[in-house]
């Protein structure tokens, strides 16, 4: 279970930020089809997540990365509207093992469908780390300005064979990650409801 602020920009289970991803052309894999501010799951996790028009479209990006040795194949979209970042992952094993479950976290609904919840704060001592992290120079590369501290909302499912997964995140700057409050917790929640709408996708 990738379960610490090391995982943010990437996957759902403990992968260093310091483990650089390798880029792959989009023709050798690309588990999202983008339509403007929509995106589509194209794995056996189908879940379809349409986003506020505010918020601009940073681009996709597809890589290889290994934790805890499985490797994993990852689609990954950025959207941002000021301060704001809203990331969609979708992921496969590359090995076929199963072993992806959501169940020990904590599960919210999202439009009416279950998901996993998770909430991340990347520190202010990061950011030396962050700039060998694949996807966190992608979203500076688009113009991103990514200040930390950093505080991720995250919502995780895995597929029924537990061998693909999407996750979806809503991230904003914040003054302290140890001083993180309830406020925040829920100003950022209403904002999730507000920008993000998802549908599964049988």
């Not at 992952?89 to 090995?95: I, K, Q, R």
Request: proline residues 3%; contains cysteine.
């Amino acid at each position: 279970m990738r379960n610490d602020w090391k995982s943010l920009f990437w996957i759902s289970a403990a992968t260093a930020l310091t483990s650089m991803a390798n880029p792959l052309q989009a023709s050798e894999f690309d588990y999202l089809d983008s339509h403007a501010n929509s995106v589509t799951a194209t794995h056996q996790a189908g879940y379809k997540v349409q986003i506020e028009p505010s918020f601009e479209a940073l681009g996709e990006l597809h890589h290889r990365q290994a934790s805890r040795d499985l490797m994993f194949r990852v689609s990954f979209a950025a959207y941002a509207n000021e301060g704001d970042l809203i990331l969609i992952h979708a992921e496969t094993l590359e090995d076929a093992s199963g072993v992806l479950d959501y169940g020990s976290l904590p599960q919210t609904m999202l439009n009416g469908l279950s998901f996993a919840l998770q909430e991340q704060c990347v520190p202010a001592e990061a950011a030396a780390a962050l700039e060998t992290n694949r996807e966190a120079m992608f979203v500076k590369e688009q113009g991103y300005q990514l200040n930390l501290p950093f505080h991720m909302t995250q919502f995780l499912v895995a597929s029924p064979d537990g061998n693909a997964e999407v996750k979806i995140s809503y991230g904003r700057e914040v003054a302290d990650c140890a001083a993180v409050s309830e406020d925040f917790k829920r100003e950022t929640r209403r904002r999730v409801d507000e920008f993000i709408e998802v549908e599964q996708i049988e």
